[in-house]
């Protein structure tokens, strides 16, 4: 069974910069795309960033583009996402996903990590 553990959350203060990384445990050779989410306290989640299997395709949402960068590899079977420019409104609990499909988003998603808490606050 295919499994995602986020790592990297915490506490930082605006403008700062923090690294999340998702490894990825199991028959890995039905994923495809992978992608970011996240949900805030109260409000639903969105979508923060994907890429495809191949690393090359990727896609941002218009809040963090310019500030945040996805990245894969594929050898280790990890996903991450550098955050750099944070700001209170990026306070979230941020979640992995991964499909089989060639695009990823919250209805396409086949697994789901834990989660892993952001906190950008003076």
């Known amino acids: 069974q295919v499994q995602l553990v986020e790592s990297g959350g915490g506490l930082v203060q605006p403008g700062g910069s923090l690294k999340l990384s998702c490894l990825v445990t199991g028959p890995t050779s039905s994923i495809s795309a992978m992608g970011w989410f996240r949900q805030a306290p109260g409000k639903e989640r969105t979508f923060v960033a994907s890429i495809g299997k191949g690393g090359s395709f990727t896609s941002y949402a218009n809040s963090v583009k310019g500030r945040f960068t996805i990245a894969r590899d594929n050898a280790t079977n990890a996903l991450y996402l550098q955050m750099n420019s944070l700001q209170p409104d990026d306070t979230a609990v941020y979640y992995c996903?991964?499909?089989?499909?060639?695009?990823?988003?919250?209805?396409?998603?086949?697994?789901w990590g834990q989660g892993t808490q952001v906190t950008v606050s003076s």
């Open positions: 996903a991964a499909t089989s499909a060639v695009l990823i988003a919250i209805s396409t998603a086949d697994y």
